[in-house]
């Protein structure tokens, strides 16, 4: 696709239920980075995929949360057992990851209603 | 510690008046500084990309400028149309960094016609 997809565009859950959502980078880009964007806050880095190394997890706020990357591009990040203050958009990006390319390209992002 | 801060939080204009939004940031290297534009509701839209102090990119009404501490993006003659949330970002090239951004909380522009 032309640009980075993201679904679904809305997720409502209750508390306690486990939640997926997908990321489609952009076609040959092998960085892949996931966010969080609660109300009045900045983005806060969660996770970083490259390539086929290891991720970088040191954004995850807990253990509820995961994330995997299959064949170096379509990603999901799951959330167990869901409370209130995860409520916040999820937006994915994507990057080529090369000096000088450096640019990271976002998505829509998931709106996550938690109730 | 690495930290982004954007001022003002929020901008009033009326449409034909020129102004500024600043980004300063404190990293340990610096491998680029980038500006995004968020419309309500959707994700970051990019604006710029700069690498190095002295740098200037344009894009009609916009431009963006870097130094070794902050960088402006410049709105000249804003139409109601450029009314967003402006988002600057840094990426660290030093510590352990793996090349996540590190997000300032934003400018609120508003332009009124």
């Known amino acids: 696709g032309a640009g980075v997809s993201q679904s679904p565009s809305n997720k409502v859950t209750e508390k306690g239920k486990d939640v997926e959502l997908r990321c489609d980078p952009i076609?040959?880009?092998?960085?892949l980075y996931w966010y969080r964007q609660s109300l009045g806050q900045g983005l806060e880095f969660l996770i970083y995929?490259?390539?086929?190394?290891?991720?970088?997890k040191s954004g995850l706020p807990s253990d509820r949360f995961s994330a995997e990357r299959t064949g170096g591009s379509v990603s999901t990040l799951t959330i167990q057992r869901t409370q209130q203050e995860d409520s916040a958009v999820y937006l994915c990006?994507?990057?080529?990851?090369?000096?000088?390319?450096?640019?990271?390209?976002f998505g829509p992002g998931t709106r996550l209603l938690v109730l | 510690e690495d930290q982004v801060t954007q001022s003002p939080e929020a901008l009033r204009l009326q449409e034909g008046e020129s102004s500024s939004l600043n980004c300063s940031y404190t990293?340990?290297?610096?491998?680029?500084l980038f500006w995004y534009r968020q419309d309500p509701g959707k994700g970051p839209e990019f604006l710029f990309t700069?690498?190095?102090a002295g740098e200037e990119k344009e894009k009609e009404r916009l431009k963006a400028t870097l130094t070794k501490k902050e960088s402006f993006l410049h709105i000249t003659a804003p139409k109601p149309e450029d009314s967003a949330t402006y988002l600057c970002?840094?990426?660290?090239?030093?510590?352990?960094?793996?090349?996540?951004?590190?997000f300032g909380k934003g400018t609120k522009l508003s332009v009124k016609p």
């Open positions: 990006a994507s990057s080529l990851r090369l000096a000088g390319q450096e640019t990271q390209y």
């Open positions: 076609s040959g880009h092998t960085a």
């Open positions: 995929f490259q390539g086929n190394s290891a991720p970088d």
């Open positions: 990293v340990s290297g610096l491998r680029g």
């Open positions: 700069l690498y190095s």
């Open positions: 970002a840094v990426s660290p090239s030093g510590g352990g960094s793996q090349g996540n951004l590190i």
